[in-house]
């Protein structure tokens, strides 16, 4: 049985990442980059890279094709250009960009570190209405809430 980190580290042979600085840089040389929020809307509400195009990972395949209800024209448009995936730790990310891929999509890669990186590097997250998020309220946003009856069960 394959588990999510299995999933996950056969993805990465197919998905080129990039850590935060170097995000910061790719932004300064190529105004044209596509920052792809893949996190739920209530993720992207509370925070987010400005500028970022917010498409949530459960309908990203029909948002990058024309004619279906969760169709994205930005996206569809997008094959050719830089896309760097963002979520909140740099794994849906990484599978939302193999996906991208496969479908076409010839310059994409994933935040390594995901926004929890992003803010530790401080950089700029706003929330749904443009107010700055301060670095306190995004780490404590970022923090992991796994409940005990999610947990492996001990052997």
């Known amino acids: 049985m394959l588990t999510v980190s299995d999933l996950l580290k056969a993805a990465l042979q197919r998905v080129q990442e990039l850590m935060p600085w170097d995000l910061v840089e790719r932004l300064k040389e190529n105004p044209e980059l596509l920052l792809l929020d893949v996190r739920e809307p209530a993720e992207f509400l509370a925070m987010h890279i400005p ?25 569809v448009r997008a094959r050719d250009r830089e896309i760097v995936v963002v979520c909140r730790s740099g794994h849906r990310s990484v599978f939302a960009a193999e996906v991208m891929q496969r479908m076409g999509y010839s310059r994409v890669l994933s935040l390594k570190t995901g926004l929890r990186g992003w803010n530790d590097y401080e950089e700029k997250l706003v929330d749904g209405s443009g107010r700055q998020v301060e ?21």
């Open 135 to 155: 670095a306190e309220e995004a780490d404590s946003f970022f923090l992991s809430r796994v409940r005990e009856e999610q947990k492996k069960p001990k052997e």
């Open 51 to 75: 500028g970022s195009l917010h498409v949530a990972r459960g309908v990203l395949e029909a948002a990058c094709e024309w004619d279906f209800d969760d169709t994205c024209p930005e996206l």
